[in-house]
């Protein structure tokens, strides 16, 4: 029932930085382990980066050095900053969180286009 919403994505070229942020669309109470994914043409939805209310991260080997995940408990919401963007990059990049006593619901954004050119 908890629906989340990314901004931030658009067009950057090779080397260069974006900001996303992911909230829920209304207030809830809490919002367990929240991460990003994302799913370029032809290719399976992959983890990006996961992110525990203890802030304890986790990244996939192609964001580590370049991408942080970072969160606001008090917001619930969940940013990625990405930086030395390369072209391989490009994806929609979803925003997921888990949810309920047991994070036993799985909520998730819309997706948001990040293309990195050459």
């Known amino acids: 029932q908890v629906q989340l919403v990314e901004s931030g994505g658009g067009l950057v070229q090779a080397g260069g930085s974006l900001s996303l942020s992911c909230a829920p669309t209304?207030?809830?109470?809490?919002?367990?382990?929240m991460g990003w994914y994302r799913q370029a043409p032809g290719k399976q939805r992959e983890l990006v980066a996961i992110?525990?209310?203890?802030?304890?991260?986790n990244y996939a080997d192609s964001a580590k050095g370049r991408f942080t995940i970072s969160r606001d408990n008090v917001k619930n919401t969940v940013y990625l900053q990405m930086n030395s963007l390369k072209p391989e990059d490009t994806a929609v990049y979803y925003c997921n969180g888990r949810y309920g006593l047991r994070s036993q619901y799985d909520a998730w954004g819309q997706g948001t286009q990040v293309t990195v050119s050459s």
């Open positions: 992110i525990t209310r203890g802030g304890i991260t």
């Open positions: 209304k207030s809830t109470d809490r919002i367990n382990t």
